[in-house]
């Protein structure tokens, strides 16, 4: 089976929405792929040519929290990069519906993004599920409790994140997906209103696992890179109090002694006044009321960036 062939496969599992956060922006996942054959709406589409100015300009700053503005969004995420990480953990803010003419997230990563990792990156693991059928009844019980967690989301998130894993394949960055054993499904399914929650700390303990491996392959070779794509949540440094488990961010930090960046990515038009997004330390630091032609990139803590997309034209 292809790679196309098995991501057209993956069964997408909630991660905010699951926790009682439906529509907030700390991790929604895509809805599951459609069957084959099925109707699905095209993503808008974003440019993948490169900016017309190649001399990058001097960042503008912008406040608190290391706040810098950058001219493109390459330009901000080449600042991330400067650290050379052996893990780059990237959080994005999924599309919800009714926001289908911006391009999103996942887009802008694929097209602008990505092609900049390589070819230092070596693999790729996405924050989705695939549902073989050896775990049975189980893996059912479990798609079909994410139908209503996955209501609200854009029709296009499940083409854009197939998209993703075909550039990364393209560009020799092997695209990986999580794959709970059968047990897991079935704790899940036994513990019944609370399951939701409990996926929670399965995905960061399957992701980190399996982050682990790759670190280990890549021993002999450091300054190749192990890239994580998902949601808002599970790469955080610093978790809230109560979701440590929700994280895999400092396991993996110290696994890759001190070499680990969390990266939240932001489309500004996707910000509501809400508690979830109230919550976020750099919220009060950045008017979502006006129009930003440029890239704006906050440092809020060592080997921690958010970079908020400059908005639509």
Known sequence: MTGAMRLL???????????GCAGGPASP????????GASVAPAPAISSAPPAETA?????????LGCLLFDTTEDAFSEVLRSQPRILAVGETHAQKGTEGIPSTTARF???????????ATD???????????CGKAEKQVAAAQKPVTAPQA??????????????????????????????????????PDGAELMLPTIARITAAMAKRFLDQNQASPDKLLVAYGGLMHNDLSPRAGRESWSF??????ATGGKYVELDLVVPEYIKDEESWRAFPWYAHFDRSARHPKATLFH???????????SAR
Not at 9 to 19: G, K, Q
Not at 56 to 64: D, F, I, L, S, T
Not at 300 to 310: D, K, R, T
Request: aromatic content about 4%; glycine content about 6%.
């Open 9 to 19: 496969r993956l069964v997408a599992l909630t991660l905010s929405a699951a926790a």
């Open 29 to 36: 996942a895509p809805p599951p792929p459609a069957a084959s």
């Open 56 to 64: 990058a300009k001097r960042p503008e700053p912008c406040g608190e």
């Open 110 to 120: 694929t097209e602008r993004l990505l092609p900049m990792l390589a070819p230092r």
């Open 124 to 134: 790729l693991l996405l924050e989705l599920w695939i549902a073989d059928g050896k």
């Open 155 to 192: 029709e296009t998130n499940q083409n854009e994140f197939v998209t993703l894993g075909q550039k990364s394949k393209s560009l020799g960055i092997e695209p990986h997906v999580l794959k709970p054993s059968c047990e897991e499904y079935d704790r899940i399914v036994r513990a019944g």
């Open 249 to 254: 961010g400092p396991e993996l930090q110290a």
């Open 300 to 310: 809020p803590q060592p080997a921690s960036y958010v970079l908020i997309f400059p």
